[in-house]
């Protein structure tokens, strides 16, 4: 397992579950820490113990040993096992499960009247504003669309006034449509109600999209865990995950060039031209940039048709020998980037650490 | 209509057994339903099996088997001695006893199946919305459970109404204390008074339809369309 550094870790959890079902067994043997900030994601393939460990951190797998502190507040360990409620949490599952013989109102109340602080009306109002469900109170849920059940289960899980939201893949069951009808409300929810917040998800760009804390899960055990770009830039990025493997920066809008339909995005004293879809000036940018479409240079390529192209240096080359590629870190400026390139081309191009490089980007994705 | 006085006596006191008899069975029946539907135990089948039975025995069996049970020489009839309640058999709460045995399939399985049908799903969810197992039991599981109670308690009741093999095996014949309709209706019969048996047939008739209509109008709405009487 490999570690990486984890800021403000004040959750941890030890846990170690064998569930067996009708066919096979499952183990899960996990030891993470996760920050009190911020959004934590648990990315992982169908099966990893994705759910299963959200399950057991909420109390609902009573099989679960292990240790589970939130801050300096024992959830479980050898002699304690809080049950479901009497740990402070909020739970999203994937499939709502709003109360069926209640309108969304009450479904709203069930909550609030059980809540662990006492829940104002301007909080009420600000959650029911914050998910847009100002019209559906009166609606039951059968009523709703798939997404709208989604929000109100949100909004009911933060009316109980949780220390920690754990949020079970809450879009899977969406179209596309629907998700990103959701989306946007779960990336402010994090800003609006500070709160630390685990999501499940097997989406890699969901994760980019809202994570700053990720954990990679494989069969059952802790791949990876760490800030979202260490994660992604990493060399021991499980398998599945390699075609991932991406640095994510954030960068403000500097310069919008009416001309070419093009914006200026600054970061740490480096900057790149991206297509212009109307953000506004000095906005703040989530970038994701794939190690795939990073490629090496040993000058500046002018006659290229890519617009990107920065100067740096090399910092690190990490070699798989079972495998063509290698994975180039390049510090540019203040900012590390990785570039994944065939061994091939370090070999023909006698690719060193310090050596002068220039990074030829080809596609940035703009995440939000 | 003209039903004589022992007629309305007999509605009466068939009337007050099945009030009665529903009543216990709603208290005592839920926690077995939901015990059955909730339980992983190997007990799960033999106790399944226990509570249908009456579904199956003629009633003269569980009748007889209650007779000795309660008799002054059966454990329950040597308890209730002790206890100076005198024995059971040919008085009103030894029907009451007996009704509870016949009826309890007709509680107990609406309420178990409707129970299974909410699944753990809601439980989980209110759980984590800081609910204590009671309050949930309150709050989600009765609500959404609610058709198979309303079913449990029209069936239970309708059914301690129709009984007439074991109330003749306890009971007997004693005006106000054991003859309910069905024995009345008998003795109409067997006295050769074919008006007063088909009045009060036909109030019986009257009673039972409205009784499964109301099952049925519940029953279509929504959730309780999951439930058949007998499970």
């Not at chain 1, 941890?12 to 934590?40: N, R, W, Y």
């Not at chain 1, 989306?183 to 994090?190: E, F």
């Not at chain 1, 070699?319 to 023909?348: F, G, M, P, Y």
């Not at chain 2, 198979?148 to 306890?170: D, K, N, P, Y």
Request: glycine residues 6%; charged residues 20%; aromatic residues 8%.
């Amino acid at each position: 397992m490999a570690k990486l550094r984890a800021s403000a870790p004040t959750i941890h959890a030890k846990l170690a579950v064998s569930l067996e079902s009708e066919s096979k067994t499952f183990q899960l043997d996990i030891d993470c820490e996760f920050p009190s900030q911020g959004i934590t994601a648990i990315l992982g393939e169908s099966g990893s113990g994705k759910t299963t460990l959200l399950r057991c951190i909420a109390g609902l797998e009573s099989k679960a040993k292990g240790q589970l502190k939130l801050g300096n507040k024992i959830w479980q360990d050898e002699n304690i096992f809080l049950p479901a409620y009497k740990r402070e949490i909020g739970f999203v599952f994937q499939d709502a499960r709003l109360f069926e013989h209640l309108n969304v109102k009450n479904n709203l109340q069930f909550a609030v009247k059980r809540s662990h602080e006492k829940i104002k009306k301007a909080f009420y109002e600000e959650v029911v504003s914050a998910l847009d469900i100002a019209s559906l109170l009166l609606h039951k849920p059968e009523q709703l669309s798939g997404g709208e059940k989604q929000r109100v289960a949100i909004a009911r899980a933060l009316l109980i006034k949780p220390k920690l939201l754990i949020m079970d893949e809450p879009l899977a069951s969406l179209d596309n449509a629907r998700k990103h009808e959701v989306l946007p409300y779960l990336a402010a929810l994090q800003n609006m109600f500070d709160l630390p917040i685990l999501y499940v998800s097997h989406s890699t760009d969901e994760v980019c999209k809202l994570a700053d804390h990720v954990i990679i899960l494989n069969n059952g055990q802790v791949a990876l865990q760490g800030e979202i770009n260490d994660v992604f830039a990493h060399s021991s990025l499980p398998n599945a995950y390699k075609m991932e493997t991406s640095t994510i920066i954030h960068a403000r809008v500097t310069e919008k060039n009416e001309r070419w339909h093009l914006i200026k995005a600054e970061f740490g004293g480096n900057s790149l031209w991206l297509q212009d879809n109307n953000q506004t000036l000095r906005k703040l940018l989530r970038l994701r940039i794939l190690a795939n479409d990073v490629s090496l240079s040993l000058d500046d390529q002018k006659d290229s048709t890519i617009l990107n192209r920065i100067e740096g240096r090399i910092a690190g080359i990490e070699i798989d020998n079972s495998s063509a590629t290698a994975l180039v870190t390049i510090e540019l400026n203040q900012i590390e980037i990785v570039a994944q390139v065939t061994r091939k081309s370090v070999d023909d191009l006698f690719l060193m650490v310090g050596m002068t490089i220039w990074a030829q980007i080809k596609t940035v994705a703009i995440l939000s | 209509m003209g039903l004589t006085d022992s007629d309305i006596d007999a509605i009466w006191l068939t009337l007050k057994l099945a009030f009665t008899v529903t009543l216990i069975l709603m208290v005592i029946g839920t926690p077995i339903a939901i015990w059955l539907a909730r339980t992983k135990s190997w007990l799960r089948g033999p106790i399944n099996a226990l509570v249908a039975l009456p579904l199956v025995l003629p009633p003269t069996v569980l009748g007889f088997y209650l007779l000795i049970a309660m008799g002054p020489n059966g454990p329950v009839g040597q308890l209730t001695e002790k206890l100076g309640l005198g024995l059971l058999p040919f008085t009103f709460w030894g029907l009451v006893i007996a009704s509870l045995f016949y009826s309890l399939p007709f509680v107990v399985q609406p309420i178990q199946n409707a129970v299974e049908a909410i699944g753990k799903k809601p439980l989980e969810a209110a759980a984590t919305l800081n609910s204590s197992p009671l309050d949930t039991f309150f709050h989600v599981v009765i609500p959404l459970a609610k058709p198979g109670f309303i079913s449990a308690a029209i069936l239970g009741f309708a059914h301690t109404v129709g009984e007439f093999g074991i109330v003749l095996m306890i009971g007997g014949n004693i005006p106000m204390e054991t003859k309910v309709a069905s024995i009345q209706i008998y003795d109409h019969v067997e006295a050769l008074e074919y008006s007063g048996a088909h009045r009060l047939s036909a109030v019986m008739l009257g009673f039972s339809f409205i009784a499964l209509l109301l099952l049925y109008s519940f029953q279509k709405r929504g959730l309780a369309s999951k439930f058949r009487i007998g499970g």
